[in-house]
């Protein structure tokens, strides 16, 4: 069998105590020990050859070393907890010049200058607490077609069903529509909570997003944002009920984007949300 640096390396379980690495749950630390289930995360990203990959909260580095065994160029990992950097660090050793770590909040991570030239690909076991806003961001607050190449990531399994829901699922919703606009999302496989430290109270899944070429239809992102919060904000309501907080007569809005005023938000489809952005934007 061929060497790989992973082999000159201590197990994870040992670095968790060498460094003192007890989870916390502040910053929504669990673990995944296990190698093998870590690399079938990286190659769910594709191949990571010729990639820069960010890595959202690495902590002792199980997914880093996957993400280096399966071939990425550079891994850069964006980190909250100083405590892991020495772990992270001997990894860096183990791969020269392949591994960049950020000791830093990756809620206020500037990407685009952290992503560099090189294409990129993030993939992240997101700390819960802090995954849809990252996630949100990375679908919304950047120039499109975007720096990622793809998204791979690991949510709740209840959040992971938001985001992939189709109009007509009970969890479809405003996450659903933001993030399918654009982009084609896709729930690859569950995780049980036994596969990590400590085990959380509940099922994990990965989704795999990829921007589109074409959008579902074009409209203004900020216009969206508006149009799903209002509607969803009241999902029970009617649209001509749930969209007054907009401002304008909702009534014309609603028709103009060939809608019926008696809809309720959830029998919107994504194109559906698209046409009152517009709409509403002028
Ligand atoms: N990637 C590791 C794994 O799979 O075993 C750890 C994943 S754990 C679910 C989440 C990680 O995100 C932790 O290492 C935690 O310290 C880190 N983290 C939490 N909040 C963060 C933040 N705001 N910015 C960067 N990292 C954060």
Same mark, same amino acid.
């Given at each position: 069998?061929?060497?790989? !640096?992973?082999?000159?390396? =201590?197990? $994870? ?7 003192? @690495?007890?989870?916390?749950? /502040? ?7 296990? $190698?093998?289930?870590? %690399? +079938?995360?990286?190659?769910? *990203? &594709? ?13 002792? &580095? &199980?997914?880093?070393?996957?993400? @280096? ?19 992270? *660090?001997?990894? *860096? ?25 090189? #294409? ?6 997101? =700390? ?8 949100? &961001? ?7 077609? =975007? ?27 405003? $996450? ?10 896709? %729930?690859?496989?569950?995780? /049980? #909570?036994?596969?990590?430290? !400590? ?12 921007? %589109? ?26 649209? +001509? ?6 401002? /304008? ?11 019926? #005023? ?12 698209? +046409? ?7």
């Amino acid at each position: 069998m061929t060497q790989s !640096p992973n082999d000159n390396l =201590p197990r $994870l379980s040992e670095v968790i105590d060498r460094h003192g @690495l007890s989870a916390k749950k /502040s910053l929504g630390q669990n673990f995944l020990l296990d $190698l093998n289930l870590t %690399r +079938r995360i990286a190659r769910t *990203a &594709g191949p990571l050859a010729g990639f820069t990959v960010i890595e959202v909260g690495p902590g002792p &580095g &199980g997914l880093t070393r996957a993400l @280096l065994m399966e071939g990425a160029d550079k891994v850069v990992a964006v980190e909250r907890d100083e405590r892991a950097l020495p772990a992270l *660090a001997e990894i *860096a050793s183990a791969w020269p010049e392949r591994l960049t770590v950020i000791s830093g909040d990756a809620l206020t991570a500037d990407w685009q200058t952290i992503a560099g030239k090189a #294409p990129v690909k993030i993939v992240a076991n997101l =700390p819960y607490n802090i995954a849809t806003p990252l996630l949100t &961001g990375w679908l919304t607050k950047h120039p499109w077609p =975007p720096f990622w190449s793809s998204l791979t990531l690991m949510f709740q399994k209840e959040v992971a069903h938001r985001i992939c829901a189709d109009v007509g699922d009970n969890a479809y919703g405003r $996450l659903s529509v933001i993030s399918q606009w654009r982009c084609d999302a896709i %729930r690859m496989f569950d995780v /049980s #909570p036994k596969a990590f430290t !400590p085990a959380p109270k509940v099922t994990s899944s990965i989704i795999h997003i990829t921007p %589109r070429t074409e959008p579902i239809a074009d409209c203004d992102v900020a216009a969206l944002e508006k149009v799903t919060a209002a509607a969803f904000g009241q999902r029970r309501k009617m649209l +001509r009920s749930s969209l007054k907080t907009l401002g /304008s007569d909702p009534t014309t809005l609603i028709t103009e984007a060939g809608l019926e #005023p008696t809809m309720r938000a959830e029998e919107v489809d994504v194109a559906g949300f698209c +046409r009152l952005a517009k709409v509403l934007s002028g």
